[in-house]
């Protein structure tokens, strides 16, 4: 079957780093995505990865690993904004994609 | 701004209710989607449209319809609601197969 496990809750201090790992099985393989999503509003899209390396936009970056089926998303500089929940999402062989239940951020100042 | 509207932002439905969500997209993208969202458990879809005159089914599609007459709308329909159906939902929309999705703000339905 299709997978995705995350955490489900993290805390971090404000100005640290954090990782949120993300560990999928699909049928077949074309990119994972990270979203993420305040409390009562809408996800919104952070990074897509296809090839394995690492993608960085700013102080948000993520890793990807397709032989180990393993993804991360690293926040740096942790600011109060960034409490959030964060979805990671694997698109299968028929471009459908399949979520995480996702992880919530709490931030700590 | 561009994007998706979703219409209504909440509403209380009683059991055995039909309702229809609505949904309208400006950005001319050929892909939408109805997604919910409940706690605990990772977004599901519903129903999809490839593009307008086409739709599928999803993962969770039992108790709803959805059409697609043009581009820009997308509604959902429930044609006689139940509690399960509660939840929040989520519609989509995507440029093409490997872009990423834009959500419209959902809509809160509770079935009582």
């Known amino acids: 079957g299709q997978n995705i496990d995350q955490p489900t809750e993290m805390t971090a201090t404000e100005g640290a780093i954090v990782q949120i790992n993300c560990t999928y099985q699909t049928s077949g393989f074309n990119g994972l995505f990270w979203y993420q999503q305040h409390a009562g509003e809408a996800p919104t899209f952070l990074s897509y990865n296809v090839l394995d390396g690492l993608e960085e936009k700013g102080r948000f970056s993520s890793f990807l690993s397709r032989s180990k089926g393993y993804s991360y998303l690293l926040l740096k500089e942790l600011q109060m904004k960034d409490s959030a929940s964060y979805l990671c999402?694997?698109?299968?062989?028929?471009?459908?994609?399949?979520w995480g239940a996702g992880t919530k951020l709490i931030i700590k100042p | 701004t561009a994007g998706i509207t979703q219409a209504p932002t909440s509403q209380i439905l009683a059991a055995g209710r039909s309702m229809t969500l609505r949904c309208t997209q400006d950005?001319?993208?050929?892909?939408m989607y109805w997604y919910r969202q409940d706690l605990g458990l990772g977004l599901r879809l519903i129903h999809y449209s490839n593009t307008a005159g086409t739709t599928g089914k999803g993962e969770v599609p039992d108790g709803y319809s959805v059409s697609r007459a043009n581009t820009d709308d997308f509604p959902l329909t429930l044609a006689s609601a139940v509690p399960s159906q509660t939840s929040v939902y989520f519609c989509?929309?995507?440029?093409?197969?490997?872009?990423?999705?834009?959500f419209g703000n959902g809509t809160r339905l509770t079935v009582t």
């Open positions: 999402a694997g698109m299968d062989s028929n471009y459908q994609l399949i």
């Open positions: 950005m001319r993208h050929n892909a």
């Open positions: 989509a929309s995507s440029d093409g197969d490997n872009s990423p999705l834009h």
